[in-house]
């Protein structure tokens, strides 16, 4: 549980202080002696210290940067700052939920866009999609460690500027990120690697588009745009009246920009969604771990209608440890994520980071849906409270090519714990409240009342995404500046009560204009995800 975690972190902060101020030691006295020289300590001189064997037996701590600022990058810095290793930790645009952690959990200190506003002073403005900004940043304050949340930054090149620096990065280079960028680029890597997805045709005009409208025979059709569209750029039509606006909404409105420039048309499959995630660092033999696997919402309303949204809410537990037969071994195997992994270095290069599988399992087998190439969004919120140990160690070993190290190695059927592990037994149900009308028009700078008064317990969590601090007749009050506007994670011995925890939660904040889905987890869902993760363990 969270707070048993956090006594357990300061506890272990203590007891190892003595080797972990050691290793401080070389790497502080190294940038003492070049400051006395009149230099400034590079920031490749600690990462290079970092990537060393001098630190093999010890856990030296070393200062983060997270890049974004929504519900996964709060869940993300929760999740950091409670890593002993960690001694700084800084988020960029960061948000509010970040914002509201300094000085209460990290050993060092955490700040967000509000603190960081007078860069300017320094000659410095960050821009999450300027790579040099990013790097200038870094260098100047001796970052060791960034970890991109959103996919963006990811296909707009920010790792391979920052690598090019000598800054660790967990996070896939633009090349390999294209497996998000492009659904065409994805659908051919898996073909090419013998992976099983939807047939699929593509068409890359209006005119294209419309014929393969026209020559549909059958409904429902999966239509996608190919580039990035924060998740909304899917549409399931189910008759070819849907069909047609699909493609004038992509392609003529231009909805989702240059994104939508090409579409892909693919066979509607039936059967169980699973999101599935791995942590790789760049050896697809040997470099990859098993992270979670989860169930998500992404249709806006009840029953699963609507829209489709970035994610209304998910639900996972921890998996049961059972040698050869849990599902992170059998998909480990050479049947999807090893030779997906082996096809994207062959046509980019390594890949380092998140890799996040959209499955879809059908009484024939297991399909790919999709290919991200970062944490989902509930989805992050619902799996990194599962987690225990030192994800900043982990996701640092990942960047520097050392999962496969021995010392990083599982023992037995689980990570070491100088890394990570899961919390037996632990469930986790997740609820998104979104702004009313989102994902179409909404409205934002609503109040949001007694959210400042939730307890983040070892229970319940908050995550902020879309939230800001405005001063009404001198009272500060959180108002809603986005569609999506925060999470509710609540955790149990069972779904039923970690579903419990989430909606009770969620009864004690008052926001009019706000909505979430009142279905998240249901007893229906929560026993078909069980049957589902069976069934896979069958088929591979």
Known sequence: MR????????????????ARTSSLRVSNFLSSSLRSLGLRASKLTKSSLLKSSIFSATTPMFNCLVLGGGGREHALCDSLAHSPSCEKLYAFPGGQGIAEMTGTLCPGTIYSSESLSDLSSEGLRLDILSP????SFCRTHLIDLV???????????????????????????????????SKIWMKDILSRAGIRSASYRVADSVSSARKLVRR???????????????????VVAHNREEADLAVERAMVER????SGDRLI???????EELSYFSLCDGDADKGVRFLGVARDYKLALDGDKGLNTGGMGSFSKSPPFVAGSSLEEVLLRDEIVRPL??????????YCGVLFLGL??????????????????PEAQTLLPLLEGDLAAAFLAAANGRLSDEESLRTGSQMSPRLFNFTEGLHSVSVVASSKGYPSSYAIGSAISDIDKFAISSETSLYHAGTELRSVDGVELFHSSGGRVFTINGRGSSFASARARAYEALTNINWRDGFYRRDIASDEDTRSFDACCDKVLRFM
């Open 360 to 377: 879809l399992v059908s009484a024939s087998g297991v399909n790919v849906l999709e290919v991200n190439a970062r944490f989902g969004d």
């Open 265 to 271: 048309f693919e066979d509607f499959l039936l059967g």
């Open 216 to 234: 549909c025979s059958s409904f429902p059709v999966v239509i996608k745009a190919d580039g990035l569209a924060s998740g909304k750029g899917v």
């Open 3 to 18: 707070a048993s975690l956090r006594s357990t972190v300061q506890d272990s902060t203590l007891a190892g202080s003595g």
């Open 132 to 135: 040099s900004s990013i790097a």
């Open 341 to 350: 992994l082996r096809q994207i270095e062959k046509r980019a290069t390594s």
């Open 255 to 258: 909805c989702f920009g240059d």
């Open 147 to 181: 970890i991109v949340g959103p996919e963006q930054p990811l296909v707009s090149g920010i790792s391979d500027a920052l690598i090019s620096s000598g800054i660790s990065v967990f996070a896939p280079r633009a090349s390999a990120a294209r497996i998000e960028g």
